[in-house]
């Protein structure tokens, strides 16, 4: 497990994120959809322990390569990718990968939270369990409790995990399918723009969650707020069109990015 201590992390945060070291690279990545291209040859790294924030004006392709990273893609009909991706040093479309073990190492937290139809501590404990993670009910036990903790909900719910998770808030159910994404000790975690659904009060909580996620996983997340953007991640892309404008560190991309699109977009110009 790829897991820095905090003092490494203190120190990787002082010196320039271009030093951190990559945790996923892609290169040339294209993404057709049938005939339609909705990628072009967009390389694009992501280090370690950082979040990265992808932005850009609707149908640029933020999630279409947010999904390439974890082979979501694959469950798309007519959908083709070509280029690579690499995970440490595993080629994610190498054909002998186990995929579910892929999406395991690089979880997922949607737009919409999409808990089961089923007990909080149910929804924590599947992945776990399908992954055979816990040797006894009582570890089992440790885990979902770990997890929901991790995930700023436990004080919430730790009178109440065998009730149903729909029962919850849309800011818990958020959290609750981010301790079910953790649960499985992932190394990498990409959200769609994750606080989408949520009021301002739970989006705070999730904005403060992914900062201290940090510390243990590697995040991307896409997002239609600039403010959030500048306020959660360290390194920011910018997409258009399909094509990847900028990728900088999120302070220079607010305050001097490179490319005229990134200056418009962020100065809300288009899009
Ligand atoms: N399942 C699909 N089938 C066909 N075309 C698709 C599919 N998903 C996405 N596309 C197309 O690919 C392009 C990129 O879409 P994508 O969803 O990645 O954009 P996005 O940047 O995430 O947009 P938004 O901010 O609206 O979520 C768009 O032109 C979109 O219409
Ligand atoms: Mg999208």
């Given at each position: 497990m790829n897991m820095l201590t905090e003092a490494a992390v203190e120190k990787a945060l002082d010196q320039k994120m271009s030093n951190v070291p990559y945790k996923m690279i892609g290169k040339d990545v294209s993404v057709y959809y049938g005939e339609k291209r909705a990628l072009f040859d967009v390389s694009l790294n992501v280090r370690e322990n950082t979040v990265t924030a992808l932005i850009g004006p609707s149908g640029c392709g933020k999630s279409t390569f947010l999904r390439c990273l974890n082979r979501m893609n694959d469950t798309i009909d007519g959908c083709r990718v070509t280029g690579k991706i690499t995970l440490d040093t595993d080629d994610v479309y190498d054909p002998d990968i186990d995929v579910v073990e892929l999406r395991a190492r690089v979880g997922m937290v949607f737009q919409k939270p999409n808990p089961f139809p089923k007990t909080i501590y149910e929804n924590v404990s599947y992945g776990p369990r399908i992954h055979g993670l816990a040797k006894s009910k009582a570890d089992l036990d440790q885990i979902v409790e770990?997890?929901?903790?991790?995930?700023?909900?436990?004080?919430?719910?730790?009178?109440?995990?065998?009730?149903?998770?729909?029962?919850?808030?849309?800011?818990?159910?958020?959290?609750?399918?981010?301790?079910?994404?953790?649960?499985?000790?992932?190394?990498?975690?990409?959200?769609?723009?994750?606080?989408?659904?949520?009021?301002?009060?739970?989006?705070?909580?999730?904005?403060?969650?992914?900062?201290?996620?940090?510390?243990?996983y590697t995040i991307v997340i896409v997002t239609h707020s600039m403010q959030q953007a500048a306020r959660v991640s360290q390194r920011t892309a910018m997409f258009h069109l399909g094509n990847l404008v900028e990728e900088n560190d999120t302070d220079k991309m607010f305050t001097n990015p490179d490319d005229p699109r990134t200056q418009d977009y962020i100065m809300g110009r288009f899009g």
């Open positions: 770990t997890s929901l903790q991790r995930a700023g909900l436990w004080n919430e719910v730790k009178d109440r995990v065998h009730e149903s998770g729909t029962g919850l808030s849309g800011g818990q159910q958020q959290r609750l399918c981010i301790a079910r994404a953790v649960a499985v000790s992932p190394e990498v975690i990409l959200m769609d723009e994750p606080c989408s659904a949520l009021d301002p009060i739970a989006t705070a909580k999730v904005e403060e969650l992914i900062h201290e996620l940090r510390e243990n």
